[in-house]
């Protein structure tokens, strides 16, 4: 039998961790070819993750330029990957989650009538401007993809209510969890070594916090909520990763800069992210993926949105809305601090993600499909 052709295309350091599982397991299987094309719509977070998985790119469009706006990164991701498709004329395009090139991949595709399969499809806000343009993505990429591999039942309903024909859409668990349970070690050593010297006796919170729509006026007034409660409880220290971009940084700078019960460092890599959530006290977070890789580890999470589209956590508890005030975001904290009864019901939480096999059952998916078709 010919092999599958797969081409797996991402951009950023989110979707390289979720993907890095399925490559993986395309690389193993005996009927398939992999190949990976990454934008470089991040970059040198992206190059961490492909250097932590062992993942060489077969091309590299290398886009990201300094000030890149939405609509560049559309451009230039649809001109790239239309010339990698085209190039390598794979049997099947897979695209994940919620970027701009998860968008562009799928339209690429469409324009050279290959099937596209999307990991981690049917997420949904409901609100086009939240999360941005991540909300908006999601939808146009669905419109244009043959195989949603959906995460969980929640996201499978989604789809159908949205005229998505079921037997198109594949329940398989989220990647992330494949990819934290590779990373976690009992006796890890971190890389940054700052990470090496925290007080294990403090109860120890992960801080990210960086999204578009959160930039400005509304990140300022929730950082004074969080330095509030570090103010208030001395027994919690917070390590925050600050994500490089200008307006995130000195907006941490400005907050944190003489609190003594936080550290702001570098951008971690994701092996490093992984087994410092493992042991946390709780986290703290705007991000999507991470809420997920913390309920796979029984870690309570506060999500500094007004929404979230994985609302599955949200119903097994695992994670609440902490709003993106600086009432909102300090009561959020004061009640994980003084109520054990609704901390412990937070961590002991089911994780609705997955058992960690999901990339398994995608490629399955894929190979039975083309094997049906020969």
């Not at 989110?14 to 990454?38: G, N």
């Not at 994500?243 to 019960?261: I, R, S």
């Amino acid at each position: 039998m010919k092999k599958i052709k797969v081409l797996s295309i991402f951009g950023t350091r989110p979707e390289a961790i979720k993907m890095a599982p399925v490559i993986k397991k395309l690389k193993d299987h005996p009927q398939t070819e992999s190949f990976v094309c990454v934008t470089g719509q991040h970059r040198e977070m992206l190059s961490q993750v492909l250097d932590l998985f062992h993942i060489v790119p077969d091309i590299n469009l290398d886009i990201m330029k300094e000030k890149q706006t939405i609509s560049y990164i559309t451009t230039a991701a649809l001109e790239g990957l239309d010339q990698a498709i085209g190039k390598i004329k794979p049997d099947i395009v897979l695209v994940h989650g919620d970027t701009t090139t998860t968008f562009a991949g799928a339209l690429a595709a469409f324009y050279h009538q290959i099937p596209v399969g999307h990991v981690e499809a049917g997420l949904r806000t409901y609100n086009k401007y939240s999360p941005y343009p991540e909300e908006m993505n999601r939808k146009l990429t669905g419109a244009l993809t043959d195989f949603h591999f959906a995460p969980t039942e929640l996201s499978k309903e989604n789809l159908l209510k949205e005229g998505v024909k079921e037997e198109s859409i594949f329940v398989t668990g989220n990647t992330v969890i494949d990819a934290v349970k590779m990373n976690i070690e009992e006796q890890y050593r971190y890389e940054d070594d700052a990470l090496n010297q925290l007080d294990l006796s403090k109860k120890i919170v992960l801080l990210t916090s960086h999204r578009r729509e959160n930039l400005g006026e509304k990140m300022r007034d929730y950082f004074k909520g969080i330095r509030a409660a570090l103010e208030k409880y001395p027994e919690l220290f917070m390590v925050y990763p600050v994500h490089k971009n200008p307006l995130v940084m000195d907006a941490a700078k400005e907050a944190f800069g003489d609190v003594k019960n936080i550290k702001l460092i570098e951008p971690i890599g994701v092996k490093d992210c992984h087994n410092l959530m493992n042991h946390c006290y709780f986290v703290l977070t705007d991000s999507g993926g991470i809420q997920e890789e913390a309920s796979a580890l029984s870690k309570p999470v506060l999500v500094l949105r007004d929404t979230t589209e994985r609302t599955e956590a949200l119903k097994e508890g695992g994670v609440k809305l902490a709003g993106t005030t600086y009432r909102s975001v300090l009561d959020g904290i004061s009640m994980l601090m003084e109520d054990p009864v609704l901390y412990d019901t937070m961590k002991r939480a089911k994780n609705p993600y997955g058992d960690g096999t999901a990339s398994e059952k995608i490629v399955q998916i894929i190979t039975e499909h083309f094997k049906e078709k020969s």
